[in-house]
């Protein structure tokens, strides 16, 4: 694996520069891209305004990159409205369901005082909360009255362990520079080639798809869940790849999670365990230009998902993986999401209330969530365009501890944004769905020819049949070594 890195500057634009030198793109291109500036969008201590401009903005960037090195043409201006970004970086609090508000966070998910400190558990699951109450000796009726007396006459670390070693999710609120997470030794984006074969160039798409859009014919085959990514397989979605989204039946998911990251996929899904589905599963895969999984490193290897066994059977593939805590080290197996990111790194505490009690705080947005999908999703729309001349495999990783290692440590202080006070108004729209009546975040994404609107809302997780939208034709194959 390789790592770019651009040194912080004192400039909102330094950010940009960093990620995109990280995607190992063109430093001549980043004048294709500018900014709306609005201010208090994403009001925090840390530079979260900062990251959600330049993650967008590099994607924005690298969709521009693909559809020029696709037409033969020069990499057109992009302008991204600081706006749209505030607003898409809190998409899922924004959400509304036949005018329900979803609920982000179950009851016994939250910050809790311990014996010496805090913790902060993730609950949300059904699974996850028995495994957390089974770890402390509690009921499955525990109520958070109750888990706040149990977990304040123990150590935070010792719950953290405790609750790890069952299968639960609690983590220790880390003070700065007091991490066990190695923060200055997790890259933003790691990218290798892989094996050598002749230039893949991607399949046309038939019309009436075959339009402007830079990822037009592109199938991805999308393993992720949550946010992350989800948000990166929604925005190629987006800019027109089609989007197939697999999930185990017996994992379950929160469906409004679905309903807020699912526009522009369909969804299916498969037992890779089963013979059937995974022979079904193989045919999808022959055809896929991109994987994209979510899980912890090495939980799908036994269904030959590795990235080495799967750039042998497919060269030329692309495969990008997404985990909470990075690709190595003693925490790189554990389960993550961006909350508990926050507390093992140090942010939480920066982030603190400011009561008096020492209560940690949060960022405005699961700032890690958001920006590292829209880092996934540009990485891959950079590996998509140098397989246009290159036709080797591309294997990305990315982490939400890497993007809070950016955050912390490579960003800078953050720095008051120039323009009118955000007003997410005009970035939120409402579209009927199998779902119901979704009100939504529009996309963030800049294009030349302005903000995208998604093919299709999301419909019932799972539901849809396992198949590409679009037929294989035999001149649309790409060619392989």
């Not at 990251?51 to 690298?62: D, E, I, N, P």
């Not at 609920?103 to 014996?115: D, E, I, M, Q």
Request: include cysteine.
């Amino acid at each position: 694996m390789t790592r770019s890195d651009v040194p912080p500057q004192d400039t909102r634009d330094a950010a940009t520069a960093h990620a995109w030198a990280a995607l190992g793109g063109d430093p001549a291109l980043l004048e294709r891209v500018t900014y709306h500036a609005v201010s208090g969008g994403l009001p925090a201590r840390l530079p979260v305004a900062e990251l959600a401009r330049a993650t967008v903005g590099v994607c924005s960037l690298a969709a521009a990159e693909l559809g020029a090195r696709r037409s033969g043409g020069a990499v057109p201006a992009v302008r991204v409205d600081e706006g749209a970004v505030a607003t898409a970086f809190v998409s899922e609090r924004h959400l509304r369901i036949d005018g329900r508000k979803p609920t982000n966070f179950a009851p016994l998910s939250g910050f809790w005082r311990a014996a010496d400190g805090w913790v902060r558990t993730h609950a949300n699951y059904p699974h996850h909360r028995a495994r957390l109450l089974t770890a402390l000796g509690l009921p499955g009726d525990t109520g958070p009255d109750e888990l706040a007396a149990a977990l304040a006459a123990r150590p935070a670390r010792a719950i953290q362990e405790t609750v790890y070693a069952a299968g639960g999710l609690a983590v220790a609120v880390a003070e700065p520079g007091e991490s066990e997470i190695p923060l200055g030794a997790l890259p933003l984006i790691e990218s290798r080639q892989v094996g050598e074969a002749a230039p893949r160039r991607l399949r046309e798409a038939p019309p009436p798809m075959n339009g402007a859009l830079p990822a037009n014919g592109v199938r991805v085959l999308d393993l992720t869940r949550v946010i992350a990514g989800p948000v990166a397989t929604r925005t190629l979605a987006l800019l027109g790849a089609d989007v197939l989204r697999i999930d185990s039946p017996g994992l379950p998911e929160d469906p409004d999670a679905h309903a807020d990251t699912g526009f522009g996929k369909h969804s299916a899904a498969l037992d890779l365990a089963a013979p059937e589905d995974r022979r079904t599963f193989e045919a999808l895969l022959a055809d896929a230009d991109v994987v994209v999984t979510g899980y912890r490193p090495g939980a799908l290897d036994r269904f030959g998902l590795a990235p080495d066994a799967l750039l042998e059977r497919h060269p030329g593939l692309v495969v990008a993986q997404l985990c909470a805590w990075g690709w190595s080290g003693p925490w790189a197996g554990r389960r993550g999401f961006d909350s508990l990111v926050q507390a093992a790194t140090g942010i939480a505490a920066i982030e603190a209330k400011g009561d008096g009690d020492g209560h940690p705080g949060a960022l405005p947005a699961q700032a890690l969530d958001h920006g590292t999908g829209y880092l996934l999703a540009a990485a891959v729309l950079r590996a998509l365009t140098e397989r246009q001349e290159e036709g080797a495999g591309r294997h990305l990783r990315l982490s939400l501890a890497g993007t809070a290692s950016w955050l912390t440590h490579g960003i800078g202080p953050a720095a008051l944004a120039d323009g009118p006070a955000h007003d997410p108004a005009p970035w939120l729209t409402e579209t009927a769905s199998d779902l119901g009546t979704l009100h939504h975040a529009r996309a963030p994404i800049a294009t030349p020819a302005g903000p995208l609107d998604w093919a299709r809302p999301p419909g019932l997780l799972g539901a849809d049949t396992p198949r590409w939208l679009r037929a294989s034709r035999p001149s649309d194959r790409p060619e392989r070594s």
